[in-house]
T-cell receptor
Framework: AQSVAQPEDQVNVAEGNPLTVKCTYS??????LFWYVQYPNRGLQFLLK??????LVKGSYGFEAEFNKSQTSFHLKKPSALVSDSALYFC???????????FGKGTSLLVTP | DTAVSQTPKYLVTQMGNDKSIKCEQN?????MYWYKQDSKKFLKIMFS???????INETVPNRFSPKSPDKAHLNLHINSLELGDSAVYFC????????????FGEGSRLTVL
């Protein structure tokens, strides 16, 4: 079975500060890992993914994530947060033999001016 | 040009009615999905089709029936609607079932009264 956990319901950051949104996963074998963002009343937008290769993945809007196999984590990061980054962030995992993505429960990011 | 489009965006209906949600993607993808997002924002896979073939059929009441007339379309029909069916339903597509990221529609908000 594959699963993903986002331990924080909400993350609060001041604008200009670095942000981290945490994600850990549990799959058999090597995972495919994804981050998505959802703005209010919108669909999910793809930010970045880890398939293989370099553990540091760079994505859209200045976000990046680091794949850590020993800690089974895939935390989302950004060096300098913007107020416009405030949204709901989802981590997702797929087994290599699977089709659909399994999503975490989401983490609400609030960036204050 | 909208990549994944769903109609209608909003549905308000009475218990016991039947309703359909339509989804179309113009990305040339082979795989399409239906996800349900509940009031707590939790996302759960319902169905997936790959080249018109059903590949994922999660534990969903059989009142829900997907239909894929061609690989660009995936519709969702719901019979005998119940209060608990109220949610946002997202259609998504991907190029390669496995490593491809999902592209989501804007969602269809179903309210059952």
């Amino acid at each position: 079975a594959q699963s993903v956990a986002q331990p924080e319901d909400q993350v609060n950051v001041a604008e200009g500060n670095p942000l981290t949104v945490k994600c850990t996963y549990s799959v058999s074998g090597n995972p495919y890992l994804f981050w998505y963002v959802q703005y209010p009343n919108r669909g999910l937008q793809f930010l970045l993914k880890y398939i293989t290769g370099d553990n540091l993945v760079k994505g859209s809007y200045g976000f990046e994530a680091e794949f850590n196999k020993s800690q089974t984590s895939f935390h989302l990061k950004k060096p300098s947060a913007l107020v416009s980054d405030s949204a709901l962030y989802f981590c997702a995992v797929r087994e290599k033999s699977g089709y659909a993505l399994n999503f975490g429960k989401g983490t609400s990011l609030l960036v204050t001016p | 040009d909208t990549a994944v489009s769903q109609t209608p965006k909003y549905l308000v209906t009475q218990m016991g009615n039947d309703k359909s949600i339509k989804c179309e993607q113009n990305l040339g993808h082979d795989t399409m999905y239906w996800y349900k997002q509940d009031s707590k924002k939790f996302l759960k896979i319902m169905f997936s089709y790959n080249n018109k073939e059903l590949i994922i059929n999660e534990t969903v009441p059989n009142r829900f029936s997907p239909k894929s007339p061609d690989k660009a379309h995936l519709n969702l029909h719901i019979n005998s609607l119940e209060l608990g069916d109220s949610a946002v339903y997202f259609c998504a597509s991907s190029q390669v079932a496995g490593i491809g990221e999902l592209f989501f529609g804007e969602g269809s908000r179903l309210t059952v009264l």
